[in-house]
C-alpha cells in the first residue's frame, strides 16, 4: 500500500521557518522525483518544489525561490521543504508528490493527503 505521510505544518509568524517532512512507503522511493505542491483557499494547486530520484537536481517556484530548500534522504524514504522568510501568501495545504519523468514530461504518480501551513501574526 503506497503512503505519502506529510508532517511539520502549523502556525508561525511572518519571517518565521518551517520544515515539512514526507516519510514514502509502499514504493521503491530512491526511483521517484518528489515535489512539494500547495494550495491556497480559492486557488489551483501550484507547483512548489521538486527534486529529481538522484537529489541532483531542484527546481522551484519563482515566488519561493531562495526562501524554501527541497532535499531527501534515500536511506529514510523521506523528502523534506525547508521553508525560511515565510510571508502572509505562503499560507496553504502543502501536499508530498511522487512521480517519474518519460521523455522530458513529468506524470504525477501518488499523492500525500496535505498539511496545512498557516503564516499569521
Known amino acids: 500500500q503506497v503512503q505519502l505521510v506529510e508532517s511539520g505544518g502549523g502556525l508561525v509568524q511572518p519571517g518565521g521557518s518551517l520544515r515539512l517532512s514526507c516519510l514514502a512507503s509502499g514504493f521503491t522511493f530512491r526511483e521517484r522525483a518528489m515535489s512539494w505542491y500547495r494550495q491556497a483557499p480559492g486557488k489551483e494547486r501550484e507547483l512548489v518544489a521538486r527534486i529529481l530520484s538522484n537529489g541532483g537536481v531542484t527546481n522551484y517556484a519563482d515566488s519561493v525561490r531562495g526562501r524554501f530548500t527541497v532535499s531527501r534522504d534515500n536511506a529514510k524514504n523521506t523528502v523534506y521543504l525547508q521553508m525560511n522568510s515565510l510571508k502572509p501568501e505562503d499560507t496553504a495545504v502543502y501536499y508530498c508528490?511522487?512521480?517519474?519523468?518519460?521523455?522530458?514530461?513529468?506524470?504525477?504518480?501518488?499523492w500525500g493527503q496535505g498539511t496545512q501551513v498557516t503564516v499569521s501574526s
Open positions: 508528490n511522487a512521480g517519474s519523468y518519460f521523455s522530458y514530461t513529468y506524470y504525477s504518480a501518488y
